[in-house]
């Protein structure tokens, strides 16, 4: 089992205002998830966060009975059973990013969906799983209204999200290293991730440096500061002045788990 360190933070709102985060984590036997739900721009719909949470749970479960099984059959199998239990509709439901790290006797996967990346280190160096294509819709101004981001959701011109389509799963990024390969895996939410990609606060060798030396909130605190120092979103354009902050570290160098109640 390797060391796995955790740190979250809740955001705000639309509104400026604290409320519960949409971020999840879930550690398995062999296994780290790392969940960011995005509410729907339907009132009627429950949030993000409600989706997410279910996501991860079934997710969670379906591993625990098949902790082998591929990892892109189980998230397309997730997404249909929540889908059908709860009559989610296409394009008007709630959605999830989904970042996924298992350890097999061979191998480590690594599963990205949406704008939640994993990045491993090992002898192979810093490799940057991570899905861009929200990124690239939002440089080229294609995601300006709801509309908008309900048009490209889940569309071959647009974005894939785990929704209400299970072929979402599908257009997943994926990564297999041999685990002999791997020294540490991060798994962040975008607020955390955005602190390397748009912030230039740190590479992800320094956000692993400063995650074992001083834990992995000290990345999600240094975050934080800039954006106080940006509170209106002058330097760096945001919807939101703090988003949730998930970051995980599996470490295979020992065997403790920091960080869960």
């Given at each position: 089992?390797?060391?796995?360190?955790?740190?979250?933070?809740?955001?705000?709102?639309?509104?400026?205002?604290?409320?519960?985060?949409?971020?999840?984590v879930?550690?398995?036997?062999?296994?780290?998830?790392?969940?960011?739900?995005?509410?729907?721009?339907?009132?009627?719909?429950?949030?993000?966060?409600?989706?997410?949470e279910?996501?991860?749970?079934?997710?969670?479960?379906?591993?625990?009975?098949?902790?082998?099984?591929?990892?892109?059959?189980?998230?397309?199998?997730?997404?249909?059973?929540?889908?059908?239990?709860?009559?989610?509709?296409?394009?008007?439901?709630?959605?999830?990013?989904?970042?996924?790290?298992?350890?097999?006797?061979?191998?480590?996967?690594?599963?990205?969906?949406?704008?939640?990346?994993?990045?491993?280190?090992?002898g192979?160096?810093?490799?940057?799983?991570?899905?861009?294509?929200?990124?690239?819709?939002?440089?080229?101004?294609?995601?300006?209204?709801?509309?908008?981001?309900?048009?490209?959701?889940?569309?071959?011109?647009?974005?894939?999200?785990?929704?209400?389509?299970?072929?979402?799963?599908?257009?997943?990024?994926?990564?297999?290293?041999?685990?002999?390969d791997?020294?540490?895996?991060?798994?962040?939410?975008?607020?955390?991730?955005?602190?390397?990609?748009?912030?230039e606060?740190?590479?992800?060798?320094?956000?692993?440096?400063?995650?074992?030396?001083?834990?992995?909130?000290?990345?999600?605190?240094?975050?934080?500061?800039?954006?106080?120092?940006?509170?209106?979103?002058?330097?760096?354009?945001?919807?939101?002045?703090?988003?949730?902050?998930?970051?995980?570290?599996?470490?295979?160098?020992?065997?403790?788990?920091?960080?869960?109640?």
């Open positions: 089992m390797p060391e796995i360190a955790i740190a979250e933070r809740a955001g705000v709102g639309a509104d400026g205002h604290p409320r519960p985060t949409e971020d999840h879930v550690v398995l036997d062999n296994a780290v998830l790392v969940l960011d739900g995005a509410t729907s721009s339907e009132p009627s719909q429950p949030p993000g966060g409600w989706y997410a279910r996501l991860a749970r079934r997710l969670a479960e379906d591993l625990h009975v098949a902790p082998e099984a591929d990892l892109t059959e189980v998230l397309t199998s997730a997404i249909a059973a929540l889908t059908a239990e709860h009559r989610l509709q296409p394009q008007r439901s709630p959605s999830s990013t989904v970042a996924a790290v298992r350890w097999l006797e061979d191998r480590v996967d690594a599963l990205v969906l949406a704008d939640s990346p994993v990045v491993g280190f090992g192979f160096g810093v490799d940057v799983v991570s899905d861009d294509r929200l990124a690239r819709l939002r440089r080229r101004g294609m995601l300006q209204t709801g509309a908008d981001v309900r048009r490209r959701r889940n569309a071959h011109d647009g974005f894939w999200v785990a929704e209400a389509d299970p072929g979402a799963a599908a257009h997943s990024v994926r990564r297999s290293w041999p685990r002999a791997v020294e540490a895996v991060l798994l962040a939410s975008d607020g955390v991730s955005i602190g390397v990609d748009q912030y606060l740190f590479d992800w060798r320094e956000v692993l440096a400063v995650s074992r030396a001083d834990g992995p909130d000290a990345v999600l605190a240094a975050v934080r500061t800039a954006e106080k120092q940006d509170p209106d979103g002058e330097r760096w354009p945001r919807p939101k002045r703090h988003d949730d902050q998930a970051l995980v570290v599996v470490d295979f160098e020992s065997g403790v788990i920091q960080g869960l109640p």
